[in-house]
Structure formats: C-alpha cells, structure tokens
C-alpha cells in the first residue's frame, strides 16, 4: 500500500533525475548543428522482482490461521487450565503463506523524438502463487487411558494473483558517454487483473478408551473464490542503460509500480457433499466467532452477497499490488 514516506522518496528521485537530465536536454535542444541520431527505434525485453503487499486478499491468510487459533490451539491450554484434560499436545508442519513478492516480465518499444526525449509502448505480465498443503493433529488426554485426538487436513491452501496490460511512456534521457545513458521515465495505462484463493480441509475427531480409537465425527470442506477486474497501473523510475556492441546493450531500472483494481467473479462451498454457490462484487466481510474461552473478530474476502446470513461487508475489497521494483534487461537499438 502507498504510504507518505514511499511517495516522498518517488519524489525525491524524481526531482533528482530530472535535475540531472533536463540541462543537458535543453543545450541538446539549442544546438542546431548537432547530427541527427542514427537509430530512433529500440526494444527492449526485461525482467525483475518486485515487493508485494496485497493486504485485503493476504487476509484469507490470517482469517484461517485465526480460526485455527482459536477454535484448537487456543482451547487446549484453557481445558488445561480449567482441569478438564490432564495434557495436550500438538503436532503438524506447515503453514498457510502471504503473498509477498513477484518476479514481473516485460518489453517495450522506444521511439527517439530528440536525442533527449523518447516516447515508449510497452506490456507487462506479472503472477504469483502460494499454495500449501499439511497435516494437524491434536491430542489431548481426559483421564489417564483415554485419548482424544482432532486431525485436520489442508490440501491444499493456495491464494494467486496476477496482472498484466499495456503502457505508455514518457522517457527523459541524458547521454553519459558514447555507451550509457541515464533515463527517467512516467508511464501508465490500464492493468487487467485476476485472483483466486482456495482451501480443502478434512477434520476427524477420534476417541480411544483403550480399546483402539473410534471416529466420533468428521467432516470435509472445501472452499473456492475466484475474482477478475480492471484497475489502472502507474510506473515512475529511472533506468540506466550501456550499449555494449553495435545496437546491443543491458540496462537496469528501478521503479515505483502503483497498481490497484476492484474484483468482481464467483465462488463456493462444498461442505460434507453440500455445495453453495455464488457471485457478485469481492468486499472484504468481518467474521464473529465466539466460544468459552475468547473470540475472535477476523476479516476475509468474498464474493458472497450483502444478504447473506453470515457475516456483514465492511468495505469494498481493493487488489493492491504495488511496490518497488528492481528489472534487468537487454535492448537492441535500430
């Protein structure tokens, strides 16, 4: 998410680049004697890794890590303590993962109107998945020789998103020697988006008196959300290039991408062969869960409709996936 000091620190960089370059474009733009450039055209193909925090759709995460919490991890230790088991234990590896990070692929097409003036056509693609799959088990003893044990599967936890669309730029350029060159560079256009969050998760309450463990209960859920939308995508950066042989050369650029849409899609429930469907636009909806031993209130996002009897929307749902970004590329120029 944008924050005051990421916008100061764009700004900073910018004043800064544009400092560097618009001397010397404006002495380029006053010498008339100076030959026209020999090549107006360069691609240039690139790739890079990028920061995420997309925390509307990273609730999923913390909405089935919390009722996790609360519903075993946090009734065991007040059993304990209220003399209705004499231990618990816990065992189980893995985790439900934030999204955090994407590693986008691009190119574009540049066009030099002046030797200091460029004006770009490009494309990025950018997607990235967290998907997990693990096994819980609970056990806890009421009397010595009785045991109780709760097990529950994932498989799996996954949340993805991706983005990609077109843009339009303008780039500022300062030639610093016959093979660099220093850019600074605001492009925008319109971002098309998807995302999807799915979790399948079995539950078995076993018992054994000492006689071999006997199924008490079970159950088995399995839960899909899936959205699309169009949002608006703004890069501000700057590059530095060197061309290495003939037409050819690398470049590395660093940039602050704001991308951001709404979603809109469908989703569903299959709970123990009993399956609920629905569609409408993703809003982010709050979660009450109360037991004995505490509550929780927990966000997430859904599709699920304002009527619906489990819960209320409490804002609109945004998929926000900007950040800083760091790209390695290679151009050719003609």
């Given at each position: 998410m944008q924050t005051r000091n990421q916008w100061s620190t764009i700004r900073c960089a910018l004043v800064s680049l544009l400092a560097a370059v618009i001397p010397g474009a404006v002495a380029e733009s006053q010498d008339t004697d100076?030959?026209?450039?020999?090549?107006?055209?360069?691609?240039?193909?690139?790739?890079?890794?990028?920061?995420?925090?997309?925390?509307?759709?990273?609730?999923?995460?913390?909405?089935?890590?919390?009722?996790?919490?609360?519903?075993?991890?946090?009734?065991?230790?007040?059993?304990?303590?209220?003399?209705?088991?004499?231990?618990?234990?816990?065992?189980?590896?893995?985790?439900?993962?934030?999204?955090?990070?994407?590693?986008?692929?691009?190119?574009?097409?540049?066009?030099?109107?002046?030797?200091?003036?460029?004006?770009?056509?490009?494309?990025?693609?950018?997607?990235?998945?967290?998907?997990?799959s693990f096994d819980y088990e609970y056990l806890s003893f009421p009397y010595p020789g009785h045991l109780n044990m709760e097990r529950i599967g994932i498989a799996p936890f996954s949340l993805s998103a991706k983005g990609q669309g077109p843009l339009v730029g303008v780039h500022l350029l300062k030639t610093l020697s016959d093979f660099a060159g220093l850019e600074v560079f605001l492009a925008g256009g319109p971002l098309f988006v998807e995302a999807r969050y799915e979790q399948h998760q079995t539950y078995e309450w076993w018992f054994d008196a000492g006689g071999g463990e006997t199924l008490v209960h079970q159950s088995d859920a399995h839960r899909v959300e899936e959205g699309d939308g169009t949002g608006l995508a703004l890069e501000v950066g700057g590059q530095l290039s060197f061309r290495l042989y003939k037409g050819w050369g690398l470049f590395l650029e660093a940039a602050y991408a704001y991308q951001k849409a709404g979603l809109s899609g469908s989703g569903s429930e299959t709970r123990d062969g009993a399956t609920e469907s629905w569609e409408g636009d993703w809003q982010v909806r709050q979660d009450e869960i109360v037991t004995q031993w505490g509550s929780r209130s927990l966000e997430f996002p859904t599709a699920f409709p304002d009527d619906g009897p489990d819960s209320g929307a409490v804002r609109d749902f945004d998929l926000d996936l900007s950040g800083f970004q760091l790209r390695l590329g290679v151009l050719f120029r003609f």
């Open positions: 100076q030959a026209p450039r020999p090549a107006k055209f360069q691609i240039e193909v690139w790739g890079g890794y990028a920061a995420l925090d997309p925390s509307d759709l990273n609730l999923a995460v913390s909405h089935d890590n919390g009722v996790q919490e609360l519903l075993f991890d946090e009734k065991y230790p007040w059993l304990l303590s209220q003399g209705e088991i004499i231990s618990w234990a816990r065992t189980g590896e893995g985790e439900r993962r934030e999204l955090s990070q994407v590693n986008p692929i691009g190119g574009r097409v540049k066009y030099h109107l002046r030797s200091w003036l460029i004006l770009s056509l490009g494309y990025k693609y950018f997607s990235t998945t967290e998907s997990e």
